[in-house]
């Protein structure tokens, strides 16, 4: 991965009154990466997006993007910038096509909107004619996304992208994702859609109670888990101790455990049971989220 950081955030501290919405984060995004930042609702995901566009000033702290420090770059820096905020929403009374040219005129830059761009999300002429509070749900998203990418920004930050879509629009918006990636594009990707993050995400961040719990390749954290063994006897037998390993659930002949210590030594245990089947699945990025989130009241 190229060493070069696009956003750089450094002890990013936000309060209002006596709340503290994010409390001293830092950490960097690299050029061409896609990285992931998760938490539930309340957790402060959108109040650092928004000190990042600048549309929260921090109470302390610092935020930069291609080197600049955002605070006296602000207009340069979002030039660079495509952004579709979540549940995105534009002016009612303005046709598809009337709005993308204001987001153009705003950029002071011309329509260059790609056919292709609008094809492959089924935005043909006569929807863009239509009035925007005319447009379903998903039109709407799909208008958000062609507002965020038609400048080709070499940064972009999507909060919840895929909201509103249907699959085979969610797989197409994956493959674009993929095709501005591949253009040296950084992207910057909030979601609470753990499947998204998983597929596409080189790191990602998980951000609990304004503070961040980890910032890693999603394949490291996999890694800092403990691996689940699962495995059928063809017969019932009256204890099963495993050397290594902590009993988490039994059923009739089906047994699951967590392996805590020397793989080894498990599986050394386990080839003395009476074992018909045997399966170590790899474990999923809801095994990570949940490993940061179990021990928390407040969410």
């Known amino acids: 991965m ?42 402060g995901k959108t109040t650092t ?9 921090p109470t302390s702290g610092h935020i930069s993007f291609f080197g600049l420090p955002l605070k006296e770059n602000s207009l340069e820096i979002r030039k660079r910038c495509g952004y579709l905020p979540g549940n995105f929403n534009a002016y009612g009374n303005l046709t598809g096509r009337e709005f993308l040219k204001l987001a153009a005129d705003l950029r002071k830059i011309p329509v260059r909107i790609e056919e292709s761009l609008l094809a492959r999300f089924g935005l043909d002429i006569q929807l863009l004619d239509r009035k925007i509070k005319a447009l379903s749900h998903g039109t709407m998203q799909k208008l958000g996304i062609i507002q965020a990418f038609f ?19 969610q797989e197409e918006f994956y493959l674009l994702l993929r095709e501005h990636q591949a253009r040296g594009c950084t992207i910057f990707l909030s979601s609470h859609n753990l499947t998204e993050v998983e597929r596409i995400c080189h790191r990602m961040a998980i951000i609990r ?29 009256e204890t ?11 059923e009739d002949l089906d047994y ?21 089947s045997v399966t170590m699945p790899e474990p999923s990025l809801d095994e990570i989220f949940m490993q940061y989130y179990k021990n928390s009241n407040d969410d």
């Open 256 to 276: 699951e455990f967590i392996i805590t210590g020397d793989v080894k030594q498990v599986l050394r245990g386990l080839s003395e049971l009476p074992v018909i």
């Open 151 to 169: 400048h080709q920004p070499g940064l972009l930050i999507l909060d919840e992208p895929t909201i509103g879509l249907d699959p085979l629009m």
């Open 240 to 250: 099963i101790v495993l050397p290594g390993a902590e009993l988490v659930s039994h």
């Open 2 to 43: 190229p060493d070069f950081p696009v956003i750089q955030i450094k002890n990013l501290v936000k309060t209002f009154d006596r709340f503290t919405a994010v409390d001293n984060i830092s950490f960097d995004v690299y050029r061409g990466e896609i990285f992931g930042f998760l938490g539930p609702n309340g957790a």
């Open 209 to 237: 109670n304004g503070r961040l719990v980890t910032v890693d390749s999603i394949e490291n954290l996999k890694k800092k888990l403990h691996r689940r063994l699962q495995f059928t006897l063809s017969h019932q037998i």
């Open 49 to 57: 997006i928004r000190m990042m566009l600048d549309l929260l000033r």
